[in-house]
């Protein structure tokens, strides 16, 4: 093996255990919060875009769309099932009529909230399990996973 491979296998070997992990370390922490949460879970897709127009009030179909790589169609459909939920409003555009901003709801305000709170307590309960040592490795790798999310996220298309 030369030594111009390593880098290579590193990568490849670093590329399959963050696959193979985060998708696990989302799905625990998934059940974890499903079993303690009050109310109807709603789908992946619904979440995604309420933690979305929750970060971005006022957002519009197409922001949200193209910021959560799916298709105005398909955001548009989300809409519709949250709005009659009575989670999410659309509100028109003063100028642009055709344009709709998105907004939370009181109610899902109050849920994302609570999603939240389950999210901080479940990890930060799980990481007081983790030595001194393991806890710095993470600190130090969010940084990190948080640049890598922005370069999958600002891929060219082709490369999606």
């Known amino acids: 093996m030369s ?8 990568t490849a070997r670093v590329a399959a255990e963050l696959a193979a992990c985060l998708p696990a370390l ?18 992946e897709g619904q979440l995604m875009l309420l933690r979305f127009v929750a970060q971005h009030e006022g957002c519009t179909v197409r922001e949200a769309a193209d910021a959560l790589l799916m298709k105005p169609n398909n955001v548009s459909a989300l809409i519709a099932q949250l709005t009659e939920q009575r989670l999410l409003e659309r509100r028109q555009d003063r100028d642009d009529k055709r344009v709709a901003h998105l ?3 009181e109610t899902s305000r109050r849920r994302i909230a609570e999603v939240r ?7 930060t309960e799980a990481l007081a399990a983790l030595t001194d040592g393991e806890l710095d490795a993470l600190g130090s790798a969010t940084g990190a996973l948080i640049s890598l ?4 996220h600002t891929a060219p298309a082709a490369t999606r």
């Open 103 to 105: 907004h939370l709801t």
């Open 149 to 152: 999310t922005r370069h999958l």
């Open 26 to 43: 989302y799905r625990a922490l998934d059940r974890r919060i499903g079993r303690d949460y009050p109310h109807p879970k709603p789908p």
């Open 117 to 123: 709170e389950l999210e901080e307590a479940h990890l």
């Open 3 to 10: 030594d111009s491979s390593a880098p290579t296998q590193r």
